[in-house]
């Protein structure tokens, strides 16, 4: 992972107040980094008359998927979403006599149609580049049965990733230190406070295009001055 730039946003927001002075205004230290995956993905519906038949049917494509990523280091599965076969939704029909009635009602569950949905991203290094990504593609293809309307599988649009941005965790906390260190060189005597707002809270991540990230965490920063002496008499 390669460092692009360590960014501080903004001029310090330091208040010389009197004692009853509040916490500055929030600031952030920021840092860019880079990706460190491509991530594809990819869906499949698979629809179907029998409820178990569509469970089998998905559970297949996960074997077969799992088959492909397999003991291949720098090539990761992860499954985001399934579920188990659920009848369609039906739709409203005139009923002679007597309003309307729902599809599915009892007399028509034997023409109720069962559908599953799961989800996965499929994860490469992204110093592969183009190539990694082709071979995500690969293997991805050909899990449903291509002239079948009841397997649909789609493949979304690439995105880069970071592997965790908890990594940086620390490097964006001695940012804030060194920040808080400096400020005080500067100032005189007086009580200097710092609180670190989002300290437990995830880092925040921006996506800054292409391969870059852009991570941060917020704080706070005050300076009150001492009172001043009184004058002897």
Do not use: C
């Not at 600031?27 to 569509?54: F, N, Y």
């Not at 074997?63 to 009848?87: H, I, N, S, V, Y």
């Amino acid at each position: 992972m390669r460092f692009l730039s360590l960014l501080l946003l903004l001029p310090l927001a330091l208040v010389a107040q009197g004692s009853n002075a509040g916490a500055g205004p929030r600031q952030h230290v920021r840092l860019q980094v880079e990706a460190g995956k491509i991530m594809l993905p990819l869906s499949v519906t698979i629809k179907g008359k029998d409820r178990s038949t569509v469970d089998a049917r998905v559970d297949a494509i996960r074997k077969e998927l799992e088959k492909r990523f397999a003991d291949q280091p720098g090539w990761e599965l992860r499954e985001t979403f399934a579920e188990f076969a659920r009848a369609e939704a039906r739709s409203y029909a005139p009923r002679s006599g007597n309003g309307s009635k729902l599809f599915g009602d009892d007399e028509d569950k034997a023409d109720a149609t069962f559908v599953a949905n799961a989800r996965w991203e499929l994860i490469t290094e992204a110093e592969k580049g183009v190539k990694g990504l082709e071979v995500l593609r690969v293997k991805a293809a050909d899990l449903t049965k291509p002239k079948s309307e009841d397997e649909k599988q789609t493949l979304g649009d690439p995105q880069y990733v970071l592997n965790d941005p908890e990594e940086f965790r620390n490097e964006l906390l001695d940012l804030i230190k060194a920040d808080f260190e400096e400020a005080q060189k500067h100032l005189p005597e007086g009580q200097h406070t710092l609180e670190i707002t989002g300290l437990a809270g995830p880092i925040n991540v921006a996506p800054l295009g292409g391969k870059r990230f852009e991570l941060s965490l917020p704080y706070r920063m005050s300076f009150l001055t001492p009172k001043p002496e009184k004058a002897a008499k």
